[in-house]
């Protein structure tokens, strides 16, 4: 295995002491009594019944029938590995973050990969958002990054989030279909939830069925912030590129390699570290001063949108190498916990209420999905860093604390003294970002999120022409599996607001009248948006002159 040439760090290090090797030991039960025959239940005579006095057969049976946990709400189905992060060069003017400040600094971290609506058994090449979720183990504690591999979500808070699974996952009387976007629920969803559609058009373009996981993009999609030394913020977002490129599958080949090999993004990210072959992506910012919050004609804390590139470039800060796959399918990749809300020093959040729902729900689903509160013991997700607090107890407790005090602060043993208060060293502890918020309670969205079409049409207007047919043929293909007419009418309805040419492909594709109209908020884009615009036209219009370049040099 190639990947035992590298040198293991201090997460492998400290894995390498709960992992345990059974060749050649003798058969115990879970209660270290050695066993001579397993093959074999203790009966009362040759054919006699079977005794409950045996307790290696009741043992045995019992730890089968509780070999399986819920398997994750979202995101079921996934892959990961281990490998390693260092940035290019230190971002103290932005952040404390230390892995982030010290280009020396090796820091490792877990990926998973996964698929979103399918369950843990599902195909990989499915037409669907794909998770990438990175753990970075620093010396500061635990820092999840935990995107997707489009910059934009379908929903723009958290509240609804219970609702969109609810119309993505197959249907509730017959658990049809298995993940797949071509069902009446998600179109109706669709249809209700014009904020879904800038999501939608990534959904039906290539970047929903990739090629390989190593040939993804990553994108934290929200709007975070860093925070440096003198306690100031800047907004970022984050975004994972590959360095083996962008690559997609085409529909065709999706169709053939889901009956071929069901586990083909699995195996070939498996394959490949084995093989040496280590996958890498650049980490990169796009960075805003807190100046500029207002300066755009969208929301930085609104989910559904980008910040166009053209307006801020993204800058390669740092790069991520895989390179060791886990050892044990359940104990890494699907114990493993991640959760938006774990942050280190110097990267904190903003109000996005579809991040702040993030901030509650993965800790929440991992209390169940993990057995109790316990999880951040289990090895993937321990941190390196060392944990010192006063909790105690619950389920599944591997710790045996010492003290015979379990509170702080403490005047009999001590305990833990407390950074900064107590001991007058704030280094390295974590300071929430000190936002002045003012506001009376109100359950409603703000005005500055109601732009549903801009960006999609952005979006529209970047893709060449064959990206463009992929678009509208799987358009075709799903739409074409939704049974209700109303249901198709109203979808094609919105794309009249995207864009009128890809409005009639696809309502001529279904058969059904052309509809009239036209974007929805032409006239009305801002100078740099209207830019981005024109500029993601001459890119599209390039991307044809390098094809057809390409098919003349081939002759
Ligand atoms: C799981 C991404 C929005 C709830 C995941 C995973 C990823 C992810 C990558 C898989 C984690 C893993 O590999 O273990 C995202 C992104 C979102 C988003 C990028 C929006 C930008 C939400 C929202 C909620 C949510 C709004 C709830 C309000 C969950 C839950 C899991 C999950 C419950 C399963 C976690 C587990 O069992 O470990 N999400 N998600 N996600 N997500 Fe999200």
Not at 169 to 183: F, Y
């Given at each position: 295995r190639h990947e035992d040439a590298v040198e293991k760090d201090e997460k492998q290090r400290q894995l390498d002491q709960h992992r345990v090797d059974l060749q050649g030991t003798r058969l115990t039960t879970d209660q270290g009594v050695l066993i001579d025959d397993t093959d074999n239940s203790l009966q009362a005579g040759e054919r006699g019944p079977t005794l409950l006095e045996d307790f290696h057969f009741r043992e045995k049976i019992m730890r089968f029938d509780h070999e399986r946990i819920p398997e994750r709400v979202v995101h079921a189905r996934g892959s990961g590995a281990y490998g390693q992060f260092r940035v290019y060069e230190s971002l103290a003017e932005h952040t404390v973050a230390d892995f982030l400040c010290d280009p020396s600094l090796v820091t490792p971290v877990f990926v998973r990969f996964s698929t979103v609506a399918?369950?843990?058994?599902?195909?990989?090449?499915?037409r669907d958002v794909r998770g990438f979720a990175t753990k970075f183990y620093t010396r500061q504690g635990n820092y999840d990054l935990?995107?997707?591999?489009?910059?934009?979500?379908?929903?723009?808070?958290?509240?609804k989030f219970l609702d969109f699974v609810h119309a993505v996952?197959?249907?509730?009387?017959?658990?049809?279909?298995?993940?797949?976007?071509?069902?009446d629920t998600l179109w109706d969803f669709v249809q209700c939830q014009p904020e879904t559609l800038h999501f939608v058009m990534w959904l039906m373009s290539d970047r929903a069925i990739p090629r390989s996981f190593r040939m993804m993009q990553g994108f934290g999609v929200h709007t975070f912030r860093l925070v440096n030394a003198e306690g100031r913020a800047t907004f970022v977002k984050f975004h994972w590129k590959p360095l083996l490129g962008t690559h997609s599958l085409v529909w065709d080949e999706v169709l053939r390699v889901q009956g071929n090999d069901p586990d083909f993004n699995r195996r070939d990210l498996w394959d490949a570290i084995e093989r040496g072959a280590f996958p890498e992506w650049e980490l990169g910012l796009q960075i805003v001063p807190e100046s500029d919050e207002h300066a755009f004609d969208f929301d930085l804390l609104d989910p559904t949108k980008i910040i166009p590139e053209e307006i801020v470039p993204v800058r390669p800060v740092g790069r991520m190498t895989l390179n060791r796959n886990p050892e044990n399918f359940f104990a890494e990749t699907e114990q493993v916990a991640f959760c938006t809300a774990n942050v280190v020093p110097g990267i904190d959040f903003t109000n996005d209420p579809l991040l702040q729902a993030r901030n509650f729900s993965y800790f929440d689903t991992q209390l169940i999905r993990l057995g109790g509160p316990n999880f951040a013991q289990i090895p993937v997700n321990q941190p390196v860093a060392p944990v010192h607090n006063d909790n105690r107890d619950g389920y599944h407790q591997r710790m045996i604390h010492q003290s015979g005090t379990s509170y702080s602060i403490n005047s009999i043993s001590g305990g833990c003294p407390m950074s900064g208060v107590v001991s007058g060293d704030f280094s390295g502890v974590f300071q929430h970002y000190q936002e002045r918020v003012d506001g009376r309670k109100i359950r409603k969205r703000s005005p500055s999120f109601e732009d549903h079409y801009s960006q999609a049409t952005l979006f529209w207007n970047s893709m060449s022409f064959w990206e463009k047919r992929h678009i509208v043929n799987a358009f075709l293909f799903e739409l074409g599996h939704v049974e209700r007419r109303n249901i198709k009418e109203k979808v094609v309805g919105h794309l009249v607001h995207i864009d009128h040419e890809l409005a009639t492909q696809v309502a001529l594709g279904l058969g059904m009248p052309v509809p009239a109209g036209g974007p929805a908020n032409h006239g009305k884009a801002s100078p740099a948006l209207s830019q981005a615009n024109s500029a993601r036209e001459t890119i599209a219009t390039r991307k044809i002159a390098i094809l057809v370049t390409d098919a003349t040099d081939a002759g």
């Open positions: 399918g369950s843990r058994g599902s195909a990989d090449t499915v935990v995107g997707n591999n489009m910059p934009v979500f379908p929903i723009q808070d958290g509240i996952k197959p249907e509730p009387h017959n658990e049809i279909p298995q993940a797949q976007s071509a069902h």
